[in-house]
C-alpha cells in the first residue's frame, strides 16, 4: 500500500516561508506525478500544485503561484513544497498525493500550517 | 479556477440510496472525461472512490457509482451504510495541467 509521510508544517508569521517535505515508500516513486492539496480549516481541499515523474514539468494553482515551489529528489523517494510570502489564508492542512491516472490515489496524512498576522 | 459546484449536504437512511452533484463548466467537467471522487472522513486521509468518471479502484464496494452528463458529473451510493457517512468531494482535470476541487458535500447516514 502507498505510503506517504509529509512533515514541515510549523507556525509561521505571514511574510515568512517553509519547506514541506513528503517521505514516499511501498511504491516506485521516480515514475508517478505526484501532487499537494490543502485544505483550510473548516473549507473544503483545493488543488495546490502538480510535478511530472521527472521535475519536467510543474504547474500551480492561481493563489500559490509566484510563492510555492515544488520539487522531487527521486533519489530520496522525497516530494517538496517551498513556501514563501507565506499569508494567513494559506493556513491549512497541506497533504501530499500520489496521482494515477488524472486521479490522486494515494494522500498522506497531512501536516498543519499555520499563518500568524 | 472556480470550485465545482457540489450541494453542502445529503442524507439518507440505512440501505438507502444518495446522489451527489458536481457542476462544473465546459472547460474541466464538460470537457474531459477525467472526473474522480473522494471520501473524506475528517482527521483522516482522503480516498479515491471513482475515476475517469465512472472507474471504481480495487477494493471500492460496488454501491459506489459515478456518471456524467455535460458540465455535471454525479456519485450515486446506494445501500446506505453507517460508515458511508463522510465529505465528498469531486475532482476534475481542468486543462493546462490545472486541476479543481469541488466545494465538497458532507453525506449523514440518518
Known amino acids: 500500500e502507498v505510503q506517504l509521510v509529509e512533515s514541515g508544517g510549523d507556525l509561521v508569521q505571514a511574510g515568512g516561508s517553509l519547506r514541506l517535505s513528503c517521505a514516499a515508500s511501498?511504491?516506485?516513486?521516480?515514475?508517478?506525478?505526484m501532487q499537494w492539496v490543502r485544505q483550510a480549516p473548516g473549507k473544503g481541499l483545493v488543488w495546490v500544485s502538480r510535478m511530472n515523474s521527472d521535475g519536467g514539468s510543474i504547474s500551480y494553482a492561481d493563489s500559490v503561484k509566484g510563492r510555492f515551489t515544488i520539487s522531487r529528489d527521486n533519489a530520496k523517494n522525497t516530494l517538496y513544497l517551498q513556501m514563501s510570502s507565506l499569508r494567513v489564508e494559506d493556513t491549512a492542512v497541506y497533504y501530499c498525493?500520489?496521482?494515477?491516472?488524472?486521479?490522486?490515489?494515494?494522500w498522506g496524512q497531512g501536516t498543519t500550517v499555520t499563518v500568524s498576522s | 479556477q472556480s470550485a465545482l459546484t457540489q450541494p453542502p449536504s445529503a442524507s439518507g437512511s440505512p440501505g438507502q440510496s444518495v446522489t451527489i452533484s458536481c457542476t462544473g463548466t465546459?472547460?474541466?467537467?464538460?470537457?474531459?472525461?477525467?472526473v474522480s471522487w473522494y471520501q473524506h472522513h475528517p482527521g483522516r486521509a482522503p480516498k479515491l472512490m471513482i475515476y475517469e468518471v465512472t472507474k471504481r479502484p480495487a477494493g471500492v464496494p460496488d454501491r459506489f457509482s459515478g456518471s456524467k452528463s455535460g458540465n455535471t458529473a454525479s456519485l450515486a451510493v446506494s445501500g446506505l451504510q453507517a460508515e458511508d457517512e463522510a465529505d465528498y468531494y469531486c475532482?476534475?482535470?481542468?486543462?493546462?495541467?490545472?486541476?479543481?476541487f469541488g466545494t465538497g458535500t458532507k453525506v449523514t447516514v440518518l
Open positions: 475532482s476534475s482535470y481542468a486543462g493546462s495541467d490545472n486541476f479543481v
Open positions: 498525493t500520489r496521482e494515477n491516472s488524472y486521479a490522486l490515489d494515494g
Open positions: 465546459g472547460s474541466d467537467v464538460g470537457t474531459y472525461d477525467l
Open positions: 511501498r511504491f516506485n516513486f521516480g515514475i508517478y506525478w
